[in-house]
């Protein structure tokens, strides 16, 4: 299982900071993921960390902003968000595959947290 958490309401240009806690085995997971979905729109990727620590993959719209992370001992993994802008405004999910079917599609993740909303108001 996955719980998201550390959503919340902020200005442009602040920072916040997400965090997955797995459990159930989903922490081993060759992957795993941050997604997004905007009100009306469809769900986009956001950012992944491969299982090591060591690969990383972001969208472009968040590269350079964002930074994800994970803590193995807390089995948790991280989204640190910086300098947000309305647009990042969403409902952020994450999600873990067992294995390497893809870094971008949400098709290719088989565990899903609930979602967290982050509101950034300008």
């Known amino acids: 299982q996955l719980q998201a958490s550390g959503g919340g309401l902020v200005q442009a240009g602040d920072s916040l900071g997400l965090s997955c806690a797995a459990s159930?085995?989903?922490?081993?997971?060759?992957?795993m993921g941050w997604f997004r979905q905007a009100l009306g729109r469809e769900r986009e990727f956001v950012a992944a960390?491969?299982?090591?620590?060591?690969?990383?993959r972001y969208a472009d719209s968040v590269k350079g902003r964002f930074t994800i992370s994970r803590d193995d001992a807390k089995n948790t993994v991280y989204l640190q968000m910086n300098s947000l802008k309305p647009e990042d405004t969403a409902v952020y999910y994450c999600?873990?595959?067992?294995?390497?079917?893809?870094?971008?599609?949400?098709?290719?993740?088989?565990?899903w947290g609930q979602g967290t909303l982050v509101t950034v108001s300008s």
């Open positions: 999600a873990a595959q067992n294995g390497y079917r893809s870094w971008y599609q949400g098709s290719g993740y088989n565990y």
């Open positions: 159930g085995g989903t922490f081993s997971s060759n992957i």
């Open positions: 960390i491969a299982w090591s620590g060591s690969t990383k």
